[in-house]
């Protein structure tokens, strides 16, 4: 039953309902939903939605230091991977609060202190950085919510991991594109991370997915899911999985350079979707870059070439209408501007920002055959709305992919003409 409803108080005394109106459920069903405390009287239900939400994560609440008083809860639902609820809580003064809770997916993540470890010698080193520039790091970072006793993580007694973070105030991380200025200032924004960070020493951060974008075991991974066909959806999957095998030595070719010493390792974000930089509202400007779980040692290439797959293309992730996914060539021209402007100052190689439009090709091929693979293995990674939903996913990059060979040329020749 949801806390607050009527039943959950009849035949209590008073001062027992004193004491729940104490609690957060009690407050927020009244301030919410104009519930009284007394009696037994009619009072509406919170929406079945909001009541699973609450009971998610209200044993988590009492265990983090927010200030003030629980005031409300939403689930957010842009993230494939974690669970991610907007919390709001009010204080003394009557501020209220924002935090962002996240109850961090252990199948993906089989390690999150080790994760929490690297955003937190992130965050530090970052502060560091614009501190001794004169810069305020308030707004420009993620600020972590303190677990009450020790460090910033969670764990329940369910074996789920949580953590919290302070809401950058007057910011947004938006979906899509939908100002073009924007997403200028979303490769700045990359770059920016990229360049605070050249001299992070890489080897102290653990993978936390170990191989994350190493598209040659990708495609070993994708191989043995045909072959083990666990969930059988194999058959009639032929012309995917030609499309792969097409395509297979041009998806080791970043890995392949890193290798022979070619491509540099640096510290990377490796997941450089638009929705992972904060902008300002008013001022338009990047404020911050978020969601650090999988900064790890990498190649620019994957930073570059995973926002302009996500942020370039005309459609949605997971567009059903192949016919409306192709790359927007402004978009990935004012996306490497911003993003040139701050990595184009000496520390990348000439070689590095040539090859920069081979991360598009490479990060959307991976994309594509790890969507896929999922979809064979039964849904076992990606959150899913439905049974399609991975292969409809996969189609989309697909097609998404086609549309950056064609325009690959392009895409080389003006990353040429802004290298210095
Ligand atoms: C996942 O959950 P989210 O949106 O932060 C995934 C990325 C994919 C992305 C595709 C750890 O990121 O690699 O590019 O979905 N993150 C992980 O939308 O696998
Ligand atoms: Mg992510």
Redesign the pocket.
Known sequence: MFPGCPGSLSGRGAAERRRRKETPEARFADEKYGGKEEGCAPRRRPPTGFAMVYNEIKHVLPHFAFEGRFHSVRELH?????NTYHLVYLDRGGKLNHYALQHINNY?FKDPAVVMRNIEMICDYLRESYLNDGVDPKRRMLELIRVHGNGYLYLDERGGFWRSYHYIDGATAYDRVEKPEHFFEAGRGFGEFQRRLCSFPAGQLAET?PHFHDTRKRFYAFVAAVDNDRAGRVRGLEKEIDFFFDRRKMMSEIVCRIESGTLPLRVTHN?T?IN?VMTDNETGKALCVI?L??VMPGSVLYDFG?AIRFGASTAA?DESDTSRISVDMNLFRLFTEGFLSEVNVGFLTKEEILLLPLGVKVLTCE?AMRFLTDYIDGDLY?KVKDPEHNLVRAHAQMALLEDVERKYDEMCAFVAGLAN
């Open positions: 842009s993230g494939n991977i974690n993906v997915i997941d979707k992972n969601d779980d999988t995973d992730e994309l990606f």
